[in-house]
């Protein structure tokens, strides 16, 4: 399998509750390397046009009010397979429907605030690292 980069974010909801450190664990237990890394705080209009595609859904609006209401870690995770494999330790978006020992049935609260957020395909990945980080910023090895 292909050496893969995917975009991480741990939300609001986690970073508040001082999880970071064990969401970054349960990565780097799998074989996700960091290789960019951030604490930001965005604005409800930065969240708006990082969510883009959802702006016709109905949770939209909750959405980028919750994005916005906290850090957030944004990363840049490296490895086998990334892609699929950030998405698999995260667990199904509705932590009701993730899988024991994902980071969303362990640490979400609700399908808004559901901790963790990764990209969900090759172009998306892309599109996403590129939108927090410069390449200067992405460690290349
Ligand atoms: P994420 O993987 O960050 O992508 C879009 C986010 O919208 C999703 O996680 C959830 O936090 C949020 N969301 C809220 N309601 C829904 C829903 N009904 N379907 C999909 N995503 C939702």
């Not at 996403?128 to 090895?141: A, K, P, R």
């Amino acid at each position: 399998m292909s050496v893969e980069k995917t975009l991480s974010i741990i939300k609001p909801d986690a970073v508040k509750r001082d999880l970071t450190g064990k969401i970054i664990a349960m990565f780097e237990e799998k074989g996700l390397r960091v290789v960019a890394q951030k604490k930001i705080l965005l604005s409800k209009e930065q969240a708006g046009s990082f969510y883009a595609v959802h702006r016709d859904r109905p949770f939209f609006d909750e959405l980028c009010e919750f994005m916005s209401s906290g850090p957030i870690v944004v990363q840049v995770l490296q490895g086998s397979n990334a892609i699929d494999l950030n998405r698999q330790i995260m667990g199904a978006t509705n932590p009701e429907q993730a899988e024991t020992g994902t980071i969303r049935r362990e640490f979400a609260l609700s399908m808004t605030e559901n901790s963790a957020h990764g990209s969900d395909s090759a172009e998306t990945a892309r599109d996403e690292i590129n939108f927090f980080f410069s390449g200067l910023e992405v460690l290349q090895f």
